[in-house]
């Protein structure tokens, strides 16, 4: 049984955009200075100057969640309009110069530029962070034990990123493989405990691949900062009824994980190689392809890995409460499609990226 049901907070990035010329651009300052009077410090800047977060305060009820992230998406949304320019939810952006993007103005940005270099040169992408509160590091450590073979299928789920700087990659998350390449990133290996996760991350910060604890960048991580566990493995959807979705699954999973090492159960040690193939093949094909279940080994289509995600939380969703809305969600998102669908079909009516971004602007503001 759960006793409280974890509390969750979530952040989105968001590109800003000139909506004449479709472009990218770097005024994420005007916009956050229009924000900031209605979301304070709900709204803040982010690694380059094309972008933008919102945050949400922690919340135990999905539904209150989702209301909050709709008013902040119309709210950053109208700061931008005030401003003569507009916000996209999209995992990178379609047109504009931006490798490498304008970085953000801060001493901490101008460190991980020295540091990082050339890496930084595709960093204007935008995620999904979703909080979950547990225990203590302990359990977080081993709650990603248990998420790791399911964040493949995130992937899948989430995927928003097809076009990149006025190309389209032919992979439905282009982000996932920009994010990839970093030091630390991707799938988190698999710890014994939390003595395990410090002694490792001691010896990547003394190799220089960290700054700080805050550049672990793995997609399951103890927060730096909160007494949560942090998912990041999610392009930002289009649709902030998708987002939902995405955030209930994440908590889904999270509270089955808790269940587990209540049991004793430390999660299963999938391969990192194998998860790095299941990353890329997610990453590529997206929903509508196949994807290479990690427990078994076996390519199987992604729509049916996504609904033995649903099978696998399903307990934990109808125990929170949240199976009829999350159930209503999924079977819409698998009928749908994700944001690379609609990216997708948006350019294949003109083949323009201009209507792609035109396209993506009325999605995030509705």
């Known amino acids: 049984m759960i006793e409280a049901l974890p509390l969750l907070g979530i952040e989105e990035e968001y590109l800003v955009v000139d909506p004449r010329t479709r472009h990218a651009v770097p005024r994420a300052e005007d916009v956050l200075r229009a924000a900031e009077p209605v979301l304070g410090g709900d709204v803040t800047q982010e690694m380059t100057r094309l972008q933008v977060e919102v945050r949400t305060r922690p919340t135990a009820d999905l539904d209150d969640l ?5 008013a902040a998406r119309r709210q950053v949304a109208e700061a931008a309009g005030s401003c003569g320019l507009a916000v996209v939810a999209s995992g990178l952006p379609v047109l504009g110069s931006v490798v490498p993007p304008p970085i953000s103005v801060g001493e901490r940005y101008q460190r ?3 540091v990082y270099r050339a ?24 709650v990603a034990n248990h998420l790791r073979p399911w964040l493949p299928t995130l992937i ?4 928003n990123s097809p076009f990149f700087a006025g190309r389209d990659t032919g992979y439905a998350s282009w982000r996932v493989m920009c994010w990839g390449r970093w030091p630390v990133s991707g799938a988190p290996p698999y710890f014994s405990s939390y003595l395990d996760y410090q002694q490792v991350v001691s010896a990547l910060l003394e190799s220089g691949a960290l700054m700080d604890e805050r550049t672990v960048f793995w997609d399951v991580r103890p927060s730096p900062r909160l007494p949560t566990v942090e998912i990041r493995v999610a392009d930002v959807p ?4 998708d987002s ?11 509270v089955t994980a808790l269940t587990a090492v209540a049991r004793g159960d430390p999660g299963p040690p999938i391969a990192g190689q194998l998860l790095r193939a299941a990353y890329w093949r997610a990453a590529r094909d997206g929903l509508r392809g196949h994807g290479l279940d ?10 049916v890995l996504a609904r033995r995600l649903f099978d696998h939380v399903r307990p934990a969703l ?3 409460g949240d199976l009829p809305m999350l159930s209503e969600g999924m079977a819409d998102l698998l009928a749908r499609g994700t944001g690379e669908t609609r990216q997708r079909r948006a350019f294949a009516r003109r083949a323009s990226l201009s209507d792609v971004v035109d396209d993506l602007i009325t999605a995030t503001q509705s």
């Open 66 to 70: 989702a209301g909050r992230l709709r």
């Open 112 to 114: 991980g530029d020295l």
């Open 119 to 142: 890496l930084n040169d595709e960093i204007s992408i935008c995620a999904l962070h979703v909080h979950v509160d547990v225990p203590d590091p302990e359990h977080a450590v081993l």
């Open 156 to 159: 899948t789920l989430a995927a």
């Open 238 to 241: 289009l649709a902030p009824c």
């Open 244 to 254: 939902t979705t995405i955030i209930g699954l994440v908590r889904g999973l999270v």
């Open 294 to 303: 990690v427990r078994t080994g076996v390519l199987t289509p992604s729509a």
């Open 318 to 320: 109808a125990e929170i």
